[in-house]
C-alpha cells in the first residue's frame, strides 16, 4: 500500500522560507510522477508543482509560484521536498503531496492515486 507522509508545516511570517517534506513508502517511485496542491479556506484545491520522480528536472509550476517555489527529491530516503521563499500570505493553505503512476507530470488533481494527508503553512504577521 502506498503511503505518503507531509511534514515541515507551520507559522511564518511574509517573506520567509519554509521547507515541506513528503515520505513515500510501499514501493519505489522512480515510475511515478509527484506533485504539490494546496487548499486555502474556503477554497477550492489547487495545482502548485508536479515533477517526474525518475527526471526531476521535469518539473511544471503554477504561475503563482514561480521562481519562488522548488521542488526536489531524495532517492535514498524516498522523499519528495517543496522548497518555498518569499513567502506570502496568499500562501497560506493546507498542503497536500500526491503521487500518479506513470512519468507524466499532471496538473489536475483527478490524475493522481494517492494523496498523503496534508500539512498546514500559515504565513501572517
Known amino acids: 500500500q502506498v503511503q ?8 511564518v511570517q511574509p517573506g520567509d522560507s519554509l521547507e515541506l ?5 510501499g514501493r519505489t517511485f522512480n515510475t511515478y510522477a509527484m506533485g504539490w496542491f494546496r487548499q486555502a479556506p ?12 525518475s527526471d526531476i528536472s521535469k518539473t511544471f509550476y503554477a504561475d503563482s509560484v514561480k521562481g519562488r517555489f522548488t521542488i526536489s527529491r531524495d532517492n535514498a530516503k ?5 522548497q518555498m521563499n518569499s513567502l506570502k ?13 506513470g512519468t507524466r507530470i499532471a496538473t489536475v ?3 493522481y492515486d494517492y494523496w498523503g494527508q496534508g500539512t498546514q503553512v500559515t504565513v501572517s504577521s
Do not use: I, M
Open 4 to 11: 505518503l507522509v507531509e511534514s515541515g508545516g507551520g507559522l
Open 21 to 25: 517534506s513528503c515520505a513515500a513508502s
Open 42 to 53: 474556503g477554497k477550492e484545491r489547487e495545482f502548485v508543482v508536479a515533477a517526474s520522480w
Open 78 to 82: 524516498n522523499t519528495v521536498y517543496l
Open 89 to 101: 500570505p496568499e500562501d497560506t493553505a493546507v498542503y497536500y503531496c500526491a503521487a500518479r503512476r
Open 109 to 111: 488533481q483527478g490524475d
